[in-house]
């Protein structure tokens, strides 16, 4: 599934083409993506309008449009949005076209349809249980003043299953909260409420440190991910240990453990992080 570092490369791709470029056409093929807003609705009020915004909010990417709306998309597990010119075959699986005044096409690609399409007001959207509450940002500035060590130490989950919770900080997946626990040396099955102020203090650093690397290489590409363009990202090479399992740690030369947690591919060096 694409996580914050993905999503940060497809919007930072996508909005110096797409700000300020009109919408012309929406074609709406799997009409089931829309969760917010009916088909109808959502071509009236696409078509016509300009892109003023392109940003991103933990996993969700958001163009502000003129009409004072938000088209919002989630990829799900294997949703891609690209920018791609008119003429270029278009991929089984495109749910969505939205084509623009310079004649080039953003295209919503999801093969498992596991990702969603919202149109709508940000507090409509908030209000109606649409968009869920989402925590802090790790790319944040202001992410070390958030509160979010403190929220840690105060659950009694495991702390993956902590850092899975985007109302506990936003865009962390799978992929990051493996890499953050090995960067602060915290096994990913600990109880949070067990962390010292010190270990929550090295996870709140760590997250902001893999998550910007990851950025730096354009995102972790495994099958599914694809930049803003359809080109892979680099950070699958420069990850510590998810994908690893069984390989040595690069830190001490032991095995890294696999197991799953919460349903979840989990691994880590039973060595390194205690």
Excluded: W
């Excluded at 016509?48 to 996993?59: A, N, P």
């Excluded at 999801?110 to 149109?119: A, T």
């Excluded at 979010?148 to 105060?154: D, N, S, Y």
């Amino acid at each position: 599934m694409p996580e914050l570092p993905e999503v940060e490369t497809i919007v930072r791709d996508l909005r110096p083409h797409l700000v300020g470029r009109t919408l012309t056409r929406a074609d709406l093929i799997r009409a089931s993506v829309l969760r917010f807003a009916d088909p109808a609705t959502f071509q009236a009020r696409t078509e016509g309008h300009r892109v003023g915004s392109v940003r991103r909010r933990g996993k969700f990417i958001h163009l502000g449009l003129s009409g004072g709306e938000h088209l919002v998309i989630h990829l799900g597990m294997t949703g891609t949005l690209t920018l791609q010119r008119r003429d270029e075959p278009r991929a089984v699986h495109t749910h969505l076209v939205l084509e623009m005044d310079d004649r080039r096409q953003l295209r919503y690609r999801d093969p498992r349809r596991f990702g969603r399409i919202l149109l709508g007001r940000p507090g409509q959207l908030e209000r109606s249980g649409a968009l869920p509450r989402l925590g802090p940002e790790p790319l944040s500035p202001n992410f070390a003043q958030s509160g979010f060590a403190e929220a840690l130490r105060g659950s009694g989950r495991q702390v993956k299953a902590v850092l899975l919770d985007q109302a506990m900080v936003a865009g962390c997946g799978n992929i990051y909260a493996d890499e953050a626990c090995f960067l602060a040396r915290v096994r990913p099955d600990r109880r949070a409420h067990t962390l010292s102020r010190a270990e929550a203090g090295r996870l709140l650093l760590a997250l902001p440190v893999v998550m910007r690397e990851a950025v730096r290489l354009r995102g972790t590409s495994f099958s599914d991910f694809r930049d803003g363009f359809g080109a892979k990202g680099e950070a699958y090479e420069a990850l510590f240990v998810y994908g690893r399992g069984g390989l040595p740690c690069v830190r001490c030369g032991g095995s890294l453990q696999q197991t799953r947690l919460g349903g979840r591919t989990t691994v880590y060096c039973n060595r390194c992080q205690s």
